[in-house]
């Protein structure tokens, strides 16, 4: 069975840091890995991916600065790390996986497969 399983999500104050992890079980992390994140009412946006074949990263330029992804392919688990957190980070943030050829990026177009999402809130 395939699954992304997200974690680390919560309340952070505002300039405070998190990790985000996703845990995958039945799929490879060896190609194409992102994370995405969404707020009521908007599309879900990339945050940051790391792309296949190419292996390109890529960040938003709102994180651009404050977030690293990350893998450990031996474990099976991705990262996300964010440092000096905004408000404007608060959403409900997913990690995703695609074995196939990364055509547009950093963009859920690209990925089928998703974890269920673990809300971020920043605030004091």
């Known amino acids: 069975q395939v699954q992304l399983v997200e974690s680390g999500g919560g309340l952070v104050q505002p300039g405070g840091s998190l990790r985000l992890s996703c845990t995958a079980s039945?799929?490879?992390?060896?190609?194409?890995i992102g994370w995405f994140r969404q707020v009521p009412g908007k599309e879900r946006e990339g945050v940051s991916c790391?792309?296949?074949?190419?292996?390109?990263?890529y960040y938003a330029e709102s994180v651009k600065g404050r977030a690293t992804i990350s893998r450990d392919k031996a474990e099976n688990i991705m990262y996300l790390e964010m440092h000096s957190m905004k408000p404007d980070d608060t959403a409900v943030y997913y990690c995703?996986?695609?074995?196939?050829?990364?055509?547009?990026?950093?963009?859920?177009?690209?990925?089928?497969?998703w974890g269920q999402g673990t809300q971020v809130t920043v605030s004091s």
């Open positions: 995703a996986v695609d074995d196939g050829i990364s055509d547009y990026g950093c963009s859920p177009l690209d990925f089928g497969t």
């Open positions: 039945g799929i490879t992390l060896d190609y194409a």
């Open positions: 790391i792309t296949w074949p190419d292996g390109s990263t």
